[in-house]
């Protein structure tokens, strides 16, 4: 009997611990098949358990779901989904995995966006590698309620928001993302920035407006604060600004090399060879060399500037007319001996 009672006490102890080594197998052993470093999950809002397990076999990301499964119900995550994107590690357990994604610690993803002419443009940059439907940005920023609240309408709009890289989480929202760039912005409108602003009597908005002028003019930074000068000083004596990149904007042909005489008569607001001061809003979005340009434009007495005609990207600046139609004389030969006619 003796003999027996021990032999039964044996056998439960093994299969104790046999069902003790499978359990702890579930939870802490490895349960992670790809080869990589890491691997990322995404997680959309508004997901329920079912969908994370549909995005882990989809994506065969584990070797086992079955204890994957087991484990999120034994530490409650079934309930508790969070949205957002996490990075898995190739050494990671269910119990890991369960406590990652039940954590909500997200791995942030970086935007930027620069170059950018229309809001469809930049809606599709900067949500590239975000959650949010470009589309819905749209809509979001051509909003007048919406940005009106934020001291913007839609013309304006598109200088709120100033390129540079950015930290933000996968799932951020379209109006988080919103309030997240009218942070920057406030941000990058410092106190020494208002003050020059105040002092050359434009707002925040006509600055970027001014700026985006100057952008499109050069690409040569420092030759920027000389163009804003430009601008600057035909602002001042009540000149008609005739930017060329202001009319190639109002008929919307970016494709345009040489402004012709029939493009300088399409009737926009944003046509400066017709109507007087700045457009109604920013041609393109300013970078931050172009607004600093502007803020700490050059003092001279130019109020003429064509682009030289060696194509260097750099131009001959004139205080007369005359001066200034020699040169422009100039480019228009090169611009003929390359065969650019439009």
């Given at each position: 009997?003796?003999?027996?009672?021990?032999?039964?006490?044996?056998?439960?102890?093994?299969?104790?611990?046999?069902?003790?080594?499978?359990?702890?197998?579930?939870?802490?052993?490895?349960?992670?098949?790809?080869?990589?470093?890491?691997?990322?999950?995404?997680?959309?809002?508004?997901?329920?358990?079912?969908?994370?397990?549909?995005?882990?076999?989809?994506?065969?990301?584990?070797?086992?779901?079955?204890?994957?499964?087991?484990?999120?119900?034994?530490?409650?995550?079934?309930?508790?989904?969070?949205?957002?994107?996490?990075?898995?590690?190739?050494?990671?357990?269910?119990?890991?995995?369960?406590?990652?994604?039940?954590?909500?610690?997200?791995?942030?993803?970086?935007?930027?966006?620069?170059?950018?002419?229309?809001?469809?443009?930049?809606?599709?940059?900067?949500?590239?590698?975000?959650?949010?439907?470009?589309?819905?940005?749209?809509?979001?920023?051509?909003?007048?309620?919406?940005?009106?609240?934020?001291?913007?309408?839609?013309?304006?709009?598109?200088?709120?928001?100033?390129?540079?890289?950015?930290?933000?989480?996968?799932?951020?929202?379209?109006?988080?993302?919103?309030?997240?760039?009218?942070?920057?912005?406030?941000?990058?409108?410092?106190?020494?920035?208002?003050?020059?602003?105040?002092?050359?009597?434009?707002?925040?908005?006509?600055?970027?407006?001014?700026?985006?002028?100057?952008?499109?003019?050069?690409?040569?930074?420092?030759?920027?604060?000389?163009?804003?000068?430009?601008?600057?000083?035909?602002?001042?004596?009540?000149?008609?600004?005739?930017?060329?990149?202001?009319?190639?904007?109002?008929?919307?042909?970016?494709?345009?090399?040489?402004?012709?005489?029939?493009?300088?008569?399409?009737?926009?607001?944003?046509?400066?060879?017709?109507?007087?001061?700045?457009?109604?809003?920013?041609?393109c979005i300013p970078n931050i060399s172009s607004i600093d340009a502007v803020l700490n434009y050059k003092h001279h007495n130019y109020v003429f500037f064509c682009a030289k005609e060696d194509f260097s990207g750099y131009h001959n600046f004139a205080t007369t007319?005359?001066?200034?139609?020699?040169?422009?004389?100039?480019?228009?030969?090169?611009?003929?001996?390359?065969?650019?006619?439009?």
């Amino acid at each position: 009997m003796k003999k027996l009672i021990f032999l039964i006490i044996i056998i439960v102890l093994s299969l104790a611990t046999i069902y003790a080594y499978l359990i702890y197998n579930k939870i802490y052993n490895p349960n992670i098949i790809f080869n990589k470093d890491k691997e990322y999950i995404y997680i959309p809002t508004d997901s329920d358990f079912n969908d994370v397990v549909f995005i882990l076999e989809n994506k065969k990301l584990v070797k086992d779901i079955a204890s994957f499964k087991w484990v999120a119900e034994k530490k409650h995550y079934i309930n508790k989904v969070k949205s957002g994107r996490y990075k898995l590690k190739s050494n990671m357990s269910n119990n890991d995995i369960v406590d990652l994604l039940r954590s909500g610690e997200q791995e942030p993803v970086n935007i930027s966006f620069n170059n950018v002419r229309t809001i469809p443009e930049l809606a599709g940059k900067i949500t590239k590698n975000l959650e949010v439907d470009s589309s819905q940005f749209v809509k979001l920023l051509q909003n007048n309620k919406f940005i009106l609240k934020y001291g913007f309408n839609r013309n304006t709009i598109i200088s709120m928001f100033i390129p540079n890289t950015y930290e933000l989480y996968w799932n951020t929202s379209k109006q988080d993302l919103f309030k997240r760039m009218a942070t920057e912005y406030k941000k990058f409108w410092n106190t020494e920035r208002k003050t020059k602003a105040k002092k050359l009597a434009l707002s925040q908005s006509q600055i970027s407006t001014l700026a985006s002028i100057v952008q499109m003019e050069t690409i040569k930074n420092d030759e920027k604060p000389i163009v804003a000068g430009v601008y600057i000083n035909r602002l001042k004596k009540g000149m008609l600004l005739q930017a060329d990149p202001t009319v190639i904007y109002a008929v919307g042909d970016f494709s345009i090399k040489r402004v012709l005489k029939k493009h300088l008569s399409v009737n926009s607001p944003y046509n400066t060879y017709l109507h007087k001061g700045l457009p109604p809003g920013p041609i393109c979005i300013p970078n931050i060399s172009s607004i600093d340009a502007v803020l700490n434009y050059k003092h001279h007495n130019y109020v003429f500037f064509c682009a030289k005609e060696d194509f260097s990207g750099y131009h001959n600046f004139a205080t007369t007319l005359h001066q200034h139609n020699i040169n422009a004389r100039k480019f228009q030969r090169a611009l003929n001996k390359r065969k650019i006619y439009k």
